[in-house]
């Protein structure tokens, strides 16, 4: 198994910047690869951006192309979400989840962290 646990969810300014950071712990040599989905209150959980663990290949929303970018570090077990021009719409909690090489339609799951625009 897989744990996750994320930070740096708070409160950015619409058109600002903000980092969300997502350790992952357990079978961390396994990993496939990390998303990051949001969800709105009274909205489904939606997709993010998604980095493949060993080779850095990455998939993003067509909404957040270009403002968020996704990054890991494969020292430190960690997954980044940086976004930019931040939009009111896009206040949410943010989640990620990991998949494993061996057994990929295993999904985990962290608890989330709450991210406010204000406008």
């Known amino acids: 198994q897989v744990q996750l646990v994320e930070s740096g969810g708070g409160l950015v300014q619409a058109g600002g910047s903000l980092r969300l950071s997502c350790a992952a712990s357990?079978?961390?040599?396994?990993?496939?690869?990390v998303a990051w989905f949001r969800q709105a209150p009274g909205k489904d959980r939606s997709f993010v951006a998604a980095?493949?663990?060993?080779?850095?290949?990455?998939d993003y929303a067509d909404s957040v192309k270009g403002r968020i970018t996704i990054s890991r570090d494969n020292a430190k077990i960690m997954t980044y979400l940086q976004m930019t021009s931040q939009k009111s719409e896009e206040a949410a909690v943010y989640y990620c989840?990991?998949?494993?090489?061996?057994?990929?339609?295993?999904?985990?799951w962290g608890q989330g962290t709450q991210v406010t625009v204000s406008s």
């Open positions: 989840r990991a998949r494993l090489a061996v057994a990929p339609k295993t999904y985990y």
């Open positions: 980095i493949g663990w060993s080779g850095g290949n990455t």
């Open positions: 357990g079978r961390t040599f396994s990993i496939l690869d």
